[in-house]
Protein backbone atom coordinates (compact mmCIF):
# COMPACT_ATOMS: atom_id res chain seq x y z
CA UNK A 1 0.00 0.00 0.00
CA UNK A 2 1.12 3.25 -0.74
CA UNK A 3 2.86 5.50 2.20
CA UNK A 4 2.04 8.76 3.56
CA UNK A 5 3.95 12.05 3.22
CA UNK A 6 6.30 9.69 1.43
CA UNK A 7 8.50 11.34 -1.34
CA UNK A 8 9.46 9.38 -4.95
CA UNK A 9 12.18 9.41 -7.46
CA UNK A 10 11.72 7.43 -10.46
CA UNK A 11 14.76 7.41 -12.79
CA UNK A 12 16.10 5.97 -15.97
CA UNK A 13 19.58 6.32 -17.58
CA UNK A 14 22.52 4.08 -18.99
CA UNK A 15 23.43 1.86 -16.73
CA UNK A 16 27.13 2.22 -15.06
CA UNK A 17 28.65 1.90 -11.35
CA UNK A 18 27.87 4.83 -8.38
CA UNK A 19 24.37 5.14 -9.66
CA UNK A 20 22.68 3.70 -6.21
CA UNK A 21 25.47 5.21 -4.41
CA UNK A 22 24.96 8.76 -5.46
CA UNK A 23 20.95 8.90 -5.01
CA UNK A 24 21.01 6.82 -1.84
CA UNK A 25 23.96 9.78 -0.16
CA UNK A 26 21.79 12.84 -1.75
CA UNK A 27 18.79 11.53 0.38
CA UNK A 28 21.35 10.96 3.35
CA UNK A 29 22.68 13.85 3.37
CA UNK A 30 19.10 16.14 3.40
CA UNK A 31 17.84 13.93 6.14
CA UNK A 32 15.46 11.53 4.30
CA UNK A 33 14.78 8.46 5.62
CA UNK A 34 14.43 5.77 2.82
CA UNK A 35 11.55 3.20 3.01
CA UNK A 36 11.42 1.47 0.02
CA UNK A 37 14.21 1.41 -2.86
CA UNK A 38 14.14 -1.08 -6.35
CA UNK A 39 16.17 -1.09 -9.37
CA UNK A 40 16.43 -2.97 -12.50
CA UNK A 41 19.27 -2.98 -15.31
CA UNK A 42 18.26 -4.33 -18.68
CA UNK A 43 22.22 -6.15 -19.43
CA UNK A 44 24.84 -6.56 -17.85
CA UNK A 45 27.15 -3.78 -20.28
CA UNK A 46 25.38 -0.79 -22.20
CA UNK A 47 21.88 -1.41 -20.56
CA UNK A 48 19.52 0.82 -19.36
CA UNK A 49 19.03 1.23 -15.43
CA UNK A 50 16.04 1.77 -13.81
CA UNK A 51 15.56 2.97 -10.07
CA UNK A 52 12.53 3.59 -8.12
CA UNK A 53 13.22 4.85 -4.58
CA UNK A 54 11.29 5.97 -2.07
CA UNK A 55 11.83 8.11 1.18
CA UNK A 56 10.08 9.99 3.91
CA UNK A 57 8.89 13.53 3.57
CA UNK A 58 9.02 13.91 6.88
CA UNK A 59 12.14 14.95 7.99
CA UNK A 60 13.29 15.73 4.86
CA UNK A 61 15.56 19.33 4.64
CA UNK A 62 14.64 20.18 1.31
CA UNK A 63 10.68 21.58 -0.87
CA UNK A 64 10.03 20.47 -3.96
CA UNK A 65 11.72 23.33 -5.59
CA UNK A 66 14.61 22.92 -3.41
CA UNK A 67 15.23 19.27 -4.16
CA UNK A 68 14.79 19.46 -8.14
CA UNK A 69 17.36 22.57 -7.75
CA UNK A 70 19.73 20.40 -5.81
CA UNK A 71 19.37 16.97 -7.21
CA UNK A 72 19.94 18.34 -10.66
CA UNK A 73 23.72 18.23 -10.59
CA UNK A 74 23.42 14.09 -9.68
CA UNK A 75 20.64 13.90 -12.94
CA UNK A 76 23.51 15.44 -15.23
CA UNK A 77 26.45 13.49 -14.32
CA UNK A 78 24.77 10.39 -15.01
CA UNK A 79 22.27 11.35 -18.29
CA UNK A 80 19.31 10.64 -16.13
CA UNK A 81 15.65 10.65 -17.17
CA UNK A 82 14.11 11.53 -13.67
CA UNK A 83 10.54 12.53 -11.71
CA UNK A 84 10.19 13.14 -8.18
CA UNK A 85 6.47 12.56 -6.99
CA UNK A 86 4.91 13.47 -4.00
CA UNK A 87 2.17 10.55 -1.99
CA UNK A 88 0.04 13.68 -0.72
CA UNK A 89 -0.44 14.64 -4.15
CA UNK A 90 -2.89 12.19 -5.00
CA UNK A 91 -2.95 11.67 -8.38
CA UNK A 92 -6.60 12.87 -10.31
CA UNK A 93 -8.54 10.39 -12.70
CA UNK A 94 -11.35 10.78 -14.84
CA UNK A 95 -12.90 7.46 -15.68
CA UNK A 96 -14.32 6.56 -19.06
CA UNK A 97 -17.18 4.30 -19.16
CA UNK A 98 -19.30 2.85 -21.80
CA UNK A 99 -22.24 0.89 -21.23
CA UNK A 100 -20.98 -2.31 -19.53
CA UNK A 101 -20.80 -1.69 -15.95
CA UNK A 102 -18.33 -4.12 -14.17
CA UNK A 103 -14.79 -2.48 -14.37
CA UNK A 104 -16.61 1.08 -13.26
CA UNK A 105 -18.32 -0.57 -10.39
CA UNK A 106 -15.17 -2.52 -9.11
CA UNK A 107 -12.83 0.95 -9.67
CA UNK A 108 -15.39 2.88 -7.42
CA UNK A 109 -15.91 0.54 -4.84
CA UNK A 110 -12.14 -0.24 -4.42
CA UNK A 111 -12.07 3.83 -4.49
CA UNK A 112 -14.29 4.37 -1.42
CA UNK A 113 -12.63 1.83 0.54
CA UNK A 114 -9.26 3.19 0.28
CA UNK A 115 -7.26 0.58 -1.90
CA UNK A 116 -7.52 3.13 -4.75
CA UNK A 117 -5.68 6.53 -3.43
CA UNK A 118 -6.80 8.79 -6.17
CA UNK A 119 -9.38 11.39 -6.39
CA UNK A 120 -12.20 10.97 -9.41
CA UNK A 121 -13.26 14.68 -10.43
CA UNK A 122 -15.30 13.17 -13.27
CA UNK A 123 -17.15 10.41 -14.88
CA UNK A 124 -17.21 10.63 -18.77
CA UNK A 125 -19.59 8.10 -21.01
CA UNK A 126 -20.83 8.32 -24.57
CA UNK A 127 -23.78 6.84 -23.16
CA UNK A 128 -25.92 8.13 -20.58
CA UNK A 129 -27.26 4.89 -18.94
CA UNK A 130 -24.73 4.60 -16.00
CA UNK A 131 -25.20 8.35 -14.50
CA UNK A 132 -27.60 6.62 -11.47
CA UNK A 133 -24.26 4.48 -10.46
CA UNK A 134 -22.47 7.99 -10.48
CA UNK A 135 -24.84 9.32 -8.27
CA UNK A 136 -24.54 6.88 -6.00
CA UNK A 137 -20.83 7.40 -5.08
CA UNK A 138 -21.89 11.46 -5.57
CA UNK A 139 -19.49 11.96 -8.93
CA UNK A 140 -20.08 13.96 -11.53
CA UNK A 141 -21.37 12.44 -14.65
CA UNK A 142 -20.80 14.08 -17.90
CA UNK A 143 -22.23 12.70 -21.58
CA UNK A 144 -20.46 13.29 -24.14
CA UNK A 145 -21.78 11.35 -27.14
CA UNK A 146 -19.53 10.41 -30.43
CA UNK A 147 -20.78 10.31 -33.71
CA UNK A 148 -19.30 8.52 -36.15
CA UNK A 149 -19.21 11.23 -38.42
CA UNK A 150 -18.24 14.08 -36.04
CA UNK A 151 -16.20 11.90 -34.07
CA UNK A 152 -12.66 14.31 -33.68
CA UNK A 153 -15.03 17.28 -33.34
CA UNK A 154 -16.77 15.31 -30.38
CA UNK A 155 -13.56 13.84 -29.09
CA UNK A 156 -11.64 17.48 -28.82
CA UNK A 157 -14.87 18.94 -27.11
CA UNK A 158 -14.09 16.26 -24.67
CA UNK A 159 -10.62 16.92 -24.53
CA UNK A 160 -10.80 20.54 -24.23
CA UNK A 161 -13.33 19.77 -21.04
CA UNK A 162 -11.09 17.73 -19.28
CA UNK A 163 -8.25 20.50 -19.76
CA UNK A 164 -6.12 20.85 -16.49
CA UNK A 165 -8.75 18.59 -14.33
CA UNK A 166 -7.23 15.51 -14.52
CA UNK A 167 -3.55 13.82 -14.45
CA UNK A 168 -4.76 10.07 -16.38
CA UNK A 169 -7.47 8.71 -18.05
CA UNK A 170 -9.00 5.25 -17.15
CA UNK A 171 -10.79 3.71 -19.87
CA UNK A 172 -13.05 1.02 -18.23
CA UNK A 173 -14.21 -0.58 -21.00
CA UNK A 174 -14.85 2.81 -23.00
CA UNK A 175 -16.24 1.20 -26.32
CA UNK A 176 -14.39 4.39 -28.21
CA UNK A 177 -11.04 4.42 -30.21
CA UNK A 178 -9.56 7.64 -29.28
CA UNK A 179 -8.47 10.05 -32.16
CA UNK A 180 -4.83 10.65 -32.28
CA UNK A 181 -4.75 13.32 -30.97
CA UNK A 182 -6.52 12.56 -27.98
CA UNK A 183 -3.70 10.02 -27.43
CA UNK A 184 -1.07 12.41 -27.64
CA UNK A 185 -2.72 14.60 -25.05
CA UNK A 186 -1.81 11.93 -22.35
CA UNK A 187 1.04 10.17 -23.26
CA UNK A 188 1.49 7.20 -20.94
CA UNK A 189 -1.24 8.35 -18.77
CA UNK A 190 -4.28 6.59 -20.81
CA UNK A 191 -4.72 3.67 -19.09
CA UNK A 192 -7.05 1.09 -21.30
CA UNK A 193 -8.59 -2.68 -20.14
CA UNK A 194 -8.56 -4.89 -23.14
CA UNK A 195 -10.77 -8.13 -23.02
CA UNK A 196 -8.10 -10.54 -23.83
CA UNK A 197 -4.51 -12.04 -22.71
CA UNK A 198 -2.50 -9.71 -25.15
CA UNK A 199 -0.81 -10.20 -27.96
CA UNK A 200 -3.53 -12.62 -28.64
CA UNK A 201 -6.90 -11.54 -30.21
CA UNK A 202 -6.41 -7.87 -30.33
CA UNK A 203 -9.22 -5.75 -31.38
CA UNK A 204 -13.15 -6.36 -30.92
CA UNK A 205 -15.15 -9.87 -29.93
CA UNK A 206 -12.11 -11.49 -28.17
CA UNK A 207 -14.38 -13.79 -26.47
CA UNK A 208 -15.77 -15.19 -29.26
CA UNK A 209 -12.70 -15.57 -31.09
CA UNK A 210 -11.11 -17.12 -28.21
CA UNK A 211 -14.53 -19.85 -28.03
CA UNK A 212 -13.57 -20.54 -31.91
CA UNK A 213 -10.16 -21.39 -30.79
CA UNK A 214 -10.95 -23.62 -28.38
CA UNK A 215 -8.39 -22.13 -25.95
CA UNK A 216 -7.49 -23.39 -22.95
CA UNK A 217 -6.99 -19.58 -20.51
CA UNK A 218 -8.46 -16.35 -21.21
CA UNK A 219 -7.06 -13.23 -19.44
CA UNK A 220 -7.54 -9.66 -19.62
CA UNK A 221 -4.73 -7.23 -20.61
CA UNK A 222 -4.38 -3.47 -18.87
CA UNK A 223 -2.28 -1.14 -21.01
CA UNK A 224 -0.84 2.54 -21.73
CA UNK A 225 -3.08 3.60 -25.18
CA UNK A 226 -1.15 4.55 -27.96
CA UNK A 227 -1.89 5.33 -31.44
CA UNK A 228 -1.52 1.79 -32.33
CA UNK A 229 -4.37 -0.18 -31.65
CA UNK A 230 -3.91 -2.61 -28.52
CA UNK A 231 -0.04 -2.30 -29.25
CA UNK A 232 0.51 0.05 -25.65
CA UNK A 233 3.05 -0.77 -23.11
CA UNK A 234 1.26 -3.47 -21.41
CA UNK A 235 1.13 -2.90 -17.27
CA UNK A 236 -0.53 -5.63 -15.81
CA UNK A 237 -2.29 -9.09 -17.05
CA UNK A 238 -3.81 -12.16 -15.31
CA UNK A 239 -5.68 -15.20 -17.05
CA UNK A 240 -8.42 -17.98 -15.95
CA UNK A 241 -8.59 -21.38 -17.13
CA UNK A 242 -11.41 -22.66 -19.24
CA UNK A 243 -12.48 -26.02 -20.68
CA UNK A 244 -14.41 -27.63 -23.68
CA UNK A 245 -17.58 -27.18 -21.56
CA UNK A 246 -17.91 -23.25 -21.51
CA UNK A 247 -20.31 -21.28 -23.79
CA UNK A 248 -19.56 -18.12 -25.19
CA UNK A 249 -21.26 -16.51 -22.42
CA UNK A 250 -18.91 -18.56 -19.46
CA UNK A 251 -16.17 -17.23 -21.12
CA UNK A 252 -17.69 -13.24 -21.33
CA UNK A 253 -18.37 -13.62 -17.43
CA UNK A 254 -15.37 -15.22 -16.31
CA UNK A 255 -13.25 -12.50 -18.20
CA UNK A 256 -15.23 -9.98 -16.80
CA UNK A 257 -13.72 -11.39 -13.25
CA UNK A 258 -10.43 -11.07 -14.73
CA UNK A 259 -11.26 -7.87 -16.51
CA UNK A 260 -12.17 -5.91 -12.98
CA UNK A 261 -8.63 -7.73 -11.11
CA UNK A 262 -6.42 -6.30 -13.70
CA UNK A 263 -7.92 -2.85 -14.23
CA UNK A 264 -7.92 -2.23 -10.77
CA UNK A 265 -4.14 -3.54 -10.52
CA UNK A 266 -2.89 -1.20 -13.38
CA UNK A 267 -4.55 2.05 -11.50
CA UNK A 268 -2.48 0.90 -8.26
CA UNK A 269 0.24 0.61 -9.91
CA UNK A 270 0.31 3.98 -11.57
CA UNK A 271 -1.27 5.86 -9.24
CA UNK A 272 1.42 4.66 -7.15
CA UNK A 273 4.52 6.00 -9.57
CA UNK A 274 5.48 1.91 -9.79
CA UNK A 275 5.56 1.97 -13.81
CA UNK A 276 8.42 3.12 -16.23
CA UNK A 277 8.50 2.98 -19.88
CA UNK A 278 11.01 1.39 -21.90
CA UNK A 279 10.51 1.54 -25.53
CA UNK A 280 7.17 -0.79 -25.70
CA UNK A 281 7.70 -2.35 -22.68
CA UNK A 282 7.10 -1.30 -18.83
CA UNK A 283 9.29 -1.70 -15.98
CA UNK A 284 6.84 -2.50 -12.83
CA UNK A 285 8.29 -1.59 -9.14
Not at 3 to 16: K, Y
Not at 54 to 65: K, P, V
Not at 106 to 133: A, K, Q, T
Not at 148 to 170: H, N, T, Y
Request: hydrophobic share 40%; net charge negative; with cysteine.
Amino acid sequence: MQQDHVITLLISCLDRPGIVAAVSQFIFEHQGNIVESDQYATARQNGTFFMRISFSEEGFQLNERELIDAFQPIAARFGMQWSVHYSRNRKRAAILVSRLDHCLVDLLWRWRNGELVIDIPCIISNHPDLEPLARMYQLPYYHFPIRPESRAADQQRMLEFLEGKVDFLILARYMQILEPFFVQAYPQRIINIHHSFLPAFTGARPYERAFERGVKIIGATAHYVTEELDEGPIIAQDVIHCNHRDSIEDLIRKGRDVERRVLAEAVRLHSEDRVLVYKNRTIVF
